[in-house]
């Protein structure tokens, strides 16, 4: 038998509700029996059960949210905060993130827009950099969110990046443009194609390994 909260008060029904703890509340009337109560609570059982479940997930959600609401940004983890009272959508001072208006739900848009941005603000010039310093030709770059790869380069030279990089360290970053610059003189994985990251990049494999290794975690946005 459920021992639920009983709250008699002067009214004429017996009434259920579900508090935000997902305990059981019974509004009687002063003279309903006990035994009154707990068949009026086992006809409702269904509906009581169904109640309290959807409470539960609800606070295990919200449990959840508190301890993922931080963001990844260039290889270092800040807080975020929901400011509803903030002006700007999204904005970052250096040390946490403020979301505004956003619920669990919506938080992704925002944050998602925010790191194309930033993404095209701090990849792009790398790729110009990397790109003129070793010759390496490019024809089109296009920066979108990708479901596996991390960057591509078609067979015509065009470089696609997953902007979804920016929250990995620079050297990571660094190492997916160069990985795609030197395929558009080596199309394939052989060695001479890792014998020229090497010697653009000497340290390129441990940013593999940290792709590699955390790679996963920048995809669950
Ligand atoms: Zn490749």
């Not at 068949?39 to 508190?66: G, H, M, P």
């Not at 090497?198 to 390129?204: G, K, L, R, S």
Request: proline share 4%; aromatic share 10%.
């Amino acid at each position: 038998m459920i021992s639920p909260q009983i709250i008699r008060s002067n009214r004429k029904t017996l009434s259920l509700s579900i508090n935000e703890n997902a305990d059981l509340v019974v509004r009687a009337p002063r003279r309903v029996s006990y035994d009154e109560i707990q068949k009026f609570i086992y006809e409702k059982s269904a509906w009581i059960d169904n109640k309290q479940r959807l409470i539960k997930a609800q606070l295990k959600d919200n449990v959840n949210a508190n301890i993922s609401l931080q963001c990844l940004y260039l290889g270092s983890l800040y807080p975020l905060k929901i400011d509803n009272n903030s002006v700007e959508p999204i904005s970052f001072d250096g040390h946490e993130f403020s979301i505004a208006n956003v619920n669990r739900d919506t938080i992704n848009l925002p944050l998602k827009s925010w790191y194309k941005k930033r993404f095209i603000e701090v990849a792009l010039p790398r790729l110009s950099y990397f790109s003129d310093k070793h010759k390496l030709k490019v024809n089109q770059v296009r920066v979108k969110e990708q479901k596996t790869l991390w960057g591509s380069c078609s067979s015509k030279n065009n470089i696609n990046l997953n902007y979804l990089l920016i929250m990995a360290p620079m050297k990571v970053i660094d190492y997916v443009i160069v990985h795609e610059l030197v395929h558009t003189t080596h199309k394939n994985h052989s060695a001479k194609f890792w014998q020229k990251v090497e010697t653009i990049m000497p340290n390129y494999k441990d940013a593999r390994y940290w792709l590699k290794e955390n790679g996963h975690q920048l995809r669950r946005l």
